[in-house]
């Protein structure tokens, strides 16, 4: 059966003065004629998203749409009225956000991570901003210290709220983040907690011993070169990031442990290679 909102792997079944008829073997949809290349023939096997138009027909496309159902995307309102708010999805048709599914109202020109999905009843795509309501609170496929992918939703006041692999959420604590982030940026992350109450803690840091050890081995052979470096035990957390791109903590720990073997001297602002 076509999967409406998706990818569907289709055959080329007819073509005719609308477009090419696609299949998948028991249901046929139309590719209009405007997307058919010369290089597309009967019998080939397309990759298309299929979607209800302006009109409310069935159509395919072989463009590649920004989001698809039962996804998380960063989207861009394209018109509002006072029924909701219409987004950019790649498509002729936009996706609509109804009021009540918005987080906070959207603006004309403003881009919102959302959540796209089939709206059972009219068989048209929907979004919500709501993201919190569409996220999977247990059976985590991931544990402590793995590394995940990020997409960031918003800001709070306690950090930056983030998709985990498209299925679950998390948070970003501010006194933890080191570098530019912005609603809608992809990025890779680290599981740091997953609290008794089910919440996670996320970290753009590798976390575990192993990252201590690379980052004393980075630090040592920076000291062979320089001799010293003015960073310590009271230097700020940004000085710290700027230089070795690592947290404070991991930072201290691979000092103390370049310390214990006696291979550094160390003083509240500055570190020193041993002669």
């Known amino acids: 059966m076509i999967a409406i909102g998706k990818y569907n792997q289709l055959r080329v079944a007819a073509k005719n003065s609308q477009g090419l008829s696609l299949t998948d073997g028991t249901t046929e949809v139309l590719l209009p004629i405007n997307e058919v290349t010369d290089d597309i023939a009967l019998g080939d096997e397309v990759d298309a998203f299929v979607y209800l138009n302006k009109d409310g027909n069935t159509i395919a496309t072989l463009k590649e749409v920004f989001a698809t159902a039962d996804e998380f995307a960063y989207l861009q309102v394209v018109s509002v009225n006072d029924s909701g708010a219409f987004l950019d999805i790649g498509t002729d048709k936009d996706i609509f956000v109804p009021t009540r599914d918005q987080k906070?109202?959207?603006?004309?020109?403003?881009?919102?991570?959302?959540?796209v999905y089939l709206d059972e009843f009219s068989n048209k795509l929907l979004a919500s901003s709501k993201v919190d309501q569409f996220v999977g609170t247990d059976n985590y496929e991931f544990e402590e210290g793995d590394t995940v992918d990020l997409l960031i939703v918003d800001k709070s006041d306690l950090g930056y709220n983030a998709i985990i692999n498209n299925e679950f959420i998390g948070l970003l604590y501010h006194n933890e983040v080191f570098s530019t982030v912005e609603p809608g940026q992809r990025t890779t992350g680290w599981i740091k907690t997953i609290r008794i109450d089910g919440k996670i803690d996320l970290t753009l840091q590798p976390s575990g011993f192993g990252h201590i050890l690379e980052t004393k081995d980075y630090i040592l052979e920076e000291l062979k070169v320089v001799g010293e470096i003015?960073?310590?035990?009271?230097?700020?957390?940004?000085?710290?990031?700027?230089?070795?791109?690592?947290?404070k903590s991991a930072f201290k720990k691979a000092i103390g442990g370049l310390y214990k073997e006696r291979l550094i001297t160390l003083s509240d602002y500055q570190i020193k290679l041993v002669k």
């Open 104 to 115: 906070r109202p959207m603006e004309l020109g403003e881009s919102y991570v959302v959540y």
């Open 230 to 247: 003015n960073l310590g035990d009271k230097s700020s957390p940004d000085e710290i990031y700027n230089r070795f791109q690592v947290s």
